[in-house]
């Protein structure tokens, strides 16, 4: 029995000997990789020291270690990150740190350059932001820093989930109002169905579908590049009617200038008179192709007008969608109605 005890005894012994030595092990790379960091700093390659403090960071958790790489971050242009390392090392540090001021003067720009959400949502409700960053279950207790611009947040629990989405300027603090979020009874197995921030129907009336935007609508991308082309189209069209019909008038002068000097032509094969019939078939052609010209810029223009009047702002999926679009052949022009049905 003893020697059992004694057994057993020196295998704890060996085990926290060789746990202490794996945890001295880590330690040391740790060190190891916060000195290759400042010397990554000393050398101007902040995204690599970044990277080593980062490692370092993994393994101490130590007010040194957590200001170099906020301060990495900041650098490398990753304000949130740097806003929540920053504030990391407050809690960390000492009341009596030389570092907790500048500590904090580095916060208070990197708030005003970020922006700020307020979730509201039921207890236990896990966040999530932008579809892939987990933020916690709630209440949570701070505001989540996020970069400006657009954002999505969502409260899920078994029984369902709920959607916000905001868009936000720097310095901006938003509340994103999830709170409505409820228990219902789901089927098991079934998957809760997402919300769409909407009312839910009264019970008898069926669920409406949501309008959406499509892309290129009211004022989308593919608006302002019809409207270009087409205008552009009828700016080309009309200045080719205007060189032609230039064309046109000199030819009827060459030809009028001709016809006092040859007078009638009437049976005679000269080459003057030769040159006074190419010039009056020259004009007549040209003069032609400048009416063309103007009639097509003109039906041009007008399909630029009403494609940029008239453009629809979308529909709703399963109902007509129409626009006007100008038509162009190779042997006419004009407008024409296209739609989806």
């Known amino acids: 029995m003893r020697r059992t005890v004694r057994c057993a005894i020196a295998a704890a012994v060996l085990a926290a ?5 794996a945890d001295d092990t880590a330690q040391r790379d740790a060190q190891a990789r916060f000195e290759e960091g400042l010397a990554r700093v000393r050398a101007g390659a ?11 960071a993994a393994v101490m958790r130590k007010p040194a270690v957590i200001w170099n790489l906020a301060l990495t971050e900041e650098k490398t242009h990753r304000p949130v990150e740097a806003l929540a390392h920053f504030k990391e090392y407050l809690r960390l540090a000492l009341s009596t740190d030389p570092d907790r001021p500048r500590a904090q003067k580095h916060i208070d720009t990197l708030n005003a350059a970020t922006a700020h959400i307020d979730v509201a949502a039921p207890a236990g409700a896990t966040i999530t932001l932008d579809g892939t960053r987990e933020v916690g279950a709630a209440p949570l207790g701070d505001a989540v820093d996020v970069v400006p611009g657009h954002h999505e947040v969502v409260a899920r ?7 916000a989405s905001l868009d936000l300027v720097a310095g901006q603090t938003a509340r994103a109002d999830l709170s409505a979020l409820e228990a219902a009874s789901v089927t098991p197995g079934a998957t809760a169905p997402q919300s769409t921030g909407e009312p839910p129907a009264p019970p008898g009336q069926p669920v409406q579908p949501v309008a959406e935007q499509p892309a290129g609508g009211a004022f989308g991308p593919e608006r302002l590049i019809t409207v270009i082309a087409v205008g552009g189209a009828a700016v080309v069209a009309a200045g080719a009617g205007l060189v032609l019909g230039i064309e046109s ?4 002068g060459a030809a009028k200038a001709l016809r006092t000097q040859v007078g009638s032509c009437a049976g005679v094969s000269s080459t003057d008179c030769q040159n006074l019939a190419s010039d009056v078939s020259a004009q007549r052609s040209d003069h032609t192709a400048s009416t063309v010209m103007w009639v097509l810029g003109g039906v041009l223009a007008a399909g630029a007008v009403g494609a ?3 453009w629809p702002k979308g529909s709703v999926q399963g109902q007509a969608a129409v626009r006007i679009a100008p038509a162009v052949g190779p042997t006419s022009a004009g407008l024409a109605a296209v739609g989806t049905f």
Do not use: H, I, M
Request: aromatic residues 14%; glycine residues 6%; charged residues 20%.
């Open 17 to 21: 000997a060789a746990t202490a030595g």
């Open 46 to 56: 902040y995204d690599d020291a970044r990277v080593s403090f980062e490692q370092a």
């Open 157 to 163: 629990l078994p029984t369902g989930v709920k959607v």
């Open 249 to 252: 008038n000199n030819e009827a």
């Open 308 to 310: 940029f009047f008239l």
